[in-house]
C-alpha cells in the first residue's frame, strides 16, 4: 500500500535557526496537505498543495510540492519557540482523494 | 464549543473490557474518520465513512468496530481491549468537493486510551 516517510523524526534547533523537514510518497499524489500538532494538542491544517512544483508561503514558512509529485518539503525560516511542534504532510490513497495517508512526522523542538 | 468533540478525553480500562469512544461535529461535513496516534507512527487510519450509511476499514481495522448513527455522530468501538491498543484515538471530519477547503481535515481533542 502507499507510504508516506517523513525526514527527519526529529530535530532540535536553538531559535533563530532554520528547519527542513522534508516528505516522500511511494506514490504520485495529486495533491499534498501539511498539518502541525503542538504538544498535547491534536492536527490543525496549515496548507494544500496541488501543482506540480508548486510553492507556497505562510509568513516564514515555505512548503514545496516537487516536479514529479512524489515529494514535498517544510522549510521554517529562522524557527521561533512557536513553532514547537510535530508537522506531519499527508496525502491522499488510491481511489479517493478524501481517505489521507499521514507520513511519520517530523518533532521540531526549539530553545532559546 | 469545538467543531468536533470528542468524549471520552481520557479513559483507563482492564484488558477484554468493551470501550466505546465517541465522537460528535458541528461543521456540517458529510465525511468522517478515526485515526490512531501512537510515536514515531504517525497518524494511522482505522475507519472512515463517507456518509451515514457508508462504513469502510481503513489500514488497521482488525480488533475495532464503527457506528455512523447520524452524518454528526460516528464512534469507535473495541469489543474487547488489549494492552496493544493504548494509543491517542483522533476523530476528523472533511467535507467533499473539488474547492477550496474540500477534503481538508478538522481534527477532534484526541481520547487517550490505556488498557492495562
Known amino acids: 500500500g502507499q507510504q508516506v516517510m517523513q525526514i527527519p523524526q526529529y530535530q532540535h534547533v536553538q531559535e533563530g535557526e532554520d528547519f527542513t523537514t522534508y516528505c516522500n510518497s511511494s506514490t504520485t499524489l495529486s495533491n499534498i496537505q501539511w498539518y502541525k500538532q503542538r504538544p498535547g494538542g ?33 522549510h521554517i525560516t529562522a524557527t521561533q519557540t512557536t513553532d514547537v511542534g510535530t508537522y506531519f504532510c499527508a496525502g491522499p490513497g488510491a481511489g479517493t482523494a478524501s481517505k489521507l495517508t499521514f507520513g511519520t512526522g517530523t518533532r521540531l523542538q526549539v530553545t532559546l | 464549543d469545538a467543531d468536533v468533540t470528542q468524549t471520552p478525553r481520557n479513559r483507563i480500562t482492564k484488558t477484554g473490557k468493551r470501550i466505546m469512544l465517541e465522537c460528535s461535529q458541528t461543521k456540517g ?26 462504513i469502510n476499514k481503513g489500514e488497521i481495522s482488525d480488533g475495532y468496530s464503527v ?30 468537493g473539488q474547492g477550496s477547503g474540500a477534503n481538508v481535515l478538522t481534527f477532534g481533542a484526541g481520547s487517550r486510551l490505556t488498557v492495562l
Open chain 1, 42 to 74: 491534536h492536527p490543525v491544517f496549515l496548507i494544500q498543495l496541488v501543482k506540480s512544483g508548486e510553492v507556497k508561503k505562510q509568513k516564514r514558512l515555505t512548503f514545496q510540492f516537487g516536479e514529479a509529485k512524489k515529494n514535498s518539503s517544510l
Open chain 2, 29 to 54: 461535513h458529510d465525511r468522517m474518520y478515526w485515526y490512531r496516534q501512537d510515536p514515531g507512527l504517525g497518524l494511522r487510519l482505522i475507519y472512515y465513512s463517507f456518509d451515514v450509511k457508508d
Open chain 2, 67 to 96: 457506528s455512523r448513527q447520524a452524518q454528526a455522530k460516528f464512534s469507535l468501538s473495541l469489543e474487547s481491549a488489549i494492552p496493544n491498543q493504548t494509543a491517542l484515538y483522533f476523530c476528523a471530519t472533511s467535507s467533499w
